[in-house]
């Protein structure tokens, strides 16, 4: 079993910057592929960002390319979204998932492939 707490939500401004962390514990966690899902008020959750076991391989939406930044410590067992230029339409709960895969190069963007979740945490964007 693998738990997963995120931090680092709030209400920031637009055109500001915030930085999601998510610790994992409960397995090794370089035997972990991890991602980012997020869903906004009345909307389905969707994915975000998404990193691979040895952190060589990440993915986003194309929402956010350029914007957000996946990167993971293994030291910390942590998996962090950076996210700037943030706007009202990125306002939404954020999920940190982890996915058990034996290959270190992949990258998950379906949410039925991951196995953990976290509870989530509020990002609102609003001046």
């Known amino acids: 079993q693998v738990q997963l707490e995120e931090s680092g939500g709030g209400l920031v401004q637009p055109g500001n910057s915030l930085k999601l962390s998510c610790v994992a514990s409960?397995?090794?966690?370089?035997?972990?592929?991890m991602g980012w899902f997020r869903q906004a008020p009345g909307k389905e959750r969707k994915f975000v960002a998404g990193?691979?076991?040895?952190?060589?391989?990440?993915y986003y939406t194309e929402a956010v390319k350029g914007q957000f930044t996946i990167s993971r410590d293994d030291a910390k067992t942590t998996v962090q979204l950076q996210m700037n230029s943030l706007q009202p339409e990125d306002t939404a709960v954020y999920f940190c998932?982890?996915?058990?895969?034996?290959?270190?190069?992949?990258?998950?963007?379906?949410?039925?492939?991951?196995?953990?979740w976290g509870q989530g945490t509020q990002v609102t964007v609003s001046s």
């Open positions: 998932a982890a996915v058990l895969t034996q290959y270190p190069d992949s990258v998950f963007a379906t949410q039925s492939r991951y196995n953990f």
């Open positions: 990193i691979s076991r040895n952190g060589r391989q990440t």
């Open positions: 409960g397995r090794t966690f370089s035997d972990l592929a």
